[in-house]
């Protein structure tokens, strides 16, 4: 939440108004399928991150490529742990 918080208040600050709708949210019946839809979202999340950052560079807004650069290197982070996690035992970070 704290990255959707973050972009609300730069677009907000950029004159715009921000989504306030998340749009449709799926569910995995088994902490498999969460893993793989997790991934995917991810995936989609990096790739939108690194078209705004090179938007960003060509317009030169400083300020919002680094909020996104941020955010790209956590979103990184969550993507290499959804790659490396297969289900097991909860105690280890992973979903049964």
């Known amino acids: 939440m704290m990255h959707a918080e973050a972009i ?3 677009i ?13 949210i ?3 019946s088994s902490g498999k399928e969460m893993l793989a839809i997790d991934k995917g979202m991810e995936l989609e999340a990096i790739e939108l991150y690194e078209r705004i950052i090179a938007y960003t560079s060509k317009i030169n807004d400083e300020t919002t490529k680094q909020l996104f650069q941020h955010i790209l290197a956590d979103e990184k982070s969550h993507e290499n742990f959804s790659r490396n996690c297969q289900p097991r035992n909860t105690n280890r970070g992973c979903i049964e």
């Open 12 to 24: 907000v600050i950029l004159g715009r108004e921000p989504v306030t709708d998340p749009g449709d």
């Open 26 to 28: 799926t569910l995995g």
């Open 8 to 10: 609300s208040e730069r």
